[in-house]
């Protein structure tokens, strides 16, 4: 028994499923434990939120994501995230919040991700923009770019068909 993978010996596992917690927790638990996760092959992530953070560690420490799958269950959209050891194709950094192998292959529940996602970014903009000083900062102008971002995907998924 222990915190995430430190009661893991290097080796022990080559698989490692982490499910059912933030991104941020999910961020923690692979950054506590650097000598067990050089030893695992495999991740399989359900960030419950926060997964652009999961996607972002994974590439920025030599995972590549090879599988994602949306699955909505009980009013709820669910990312599923499969990372691989080796290095990441490079992609435009939008799709660390979409999902780079979801916008690829463009599931059937992609559209509905998308929406999720700009209505998440959407809200706290309005938020800000009830402060003037909130309206100044560079996270306000990063989200307002992001929102802006997310629309011309949603535009482009509407242009093919989703």
């Known amino acids: 028994m222990g915190y995430g993978l430190k009661p893991l010996v290097p ?35 359900q960030p419950m939120n926060a997964a652009s953070a ?28 499969a990372a691989e050891q080796g290095k990441s194709p490079a992609f435009e950094d939008i799709l660390f919040d979409i999902g780079p192998v979801l ?24 938020e800000m923009k009830r402060s003037k000083h909130a309206m100044q900062t560079s996270k306000y102008r990063h989200l307002t770019e992001k929102l802006s971002q997310l629309e011309e995907k949603r535009v482009c998924l509407l242009s093919v068909g989703q």
């Open 54 to 81: 999961v996607r972002k560690w994974l590439v920025t420490n030599g995972w590549r994501i090879v599988a994602e799958k949306l699955v909505y269950d009980e009013e709820r959209l669910y990312e599923i995230i």
């Open 11 to 45: 080796g022990e596992v080559a698989t490692v499923v982490i499910a059912g917690m933030g991104g941020a927790t999910i961020v923690d638990v692979m950054s506590q434990s650097p000598s067990i996760v050089a030893a695992i092959s495999r991740f399989i992530l």
């Open 103 to 126: 916008w690829e292959e463009k599931p059937p529940l992609l559209l509905a991700h998308i929406e999720t996602l700009i209505a998440q970014n959407a809200r706290i903009v309005d």
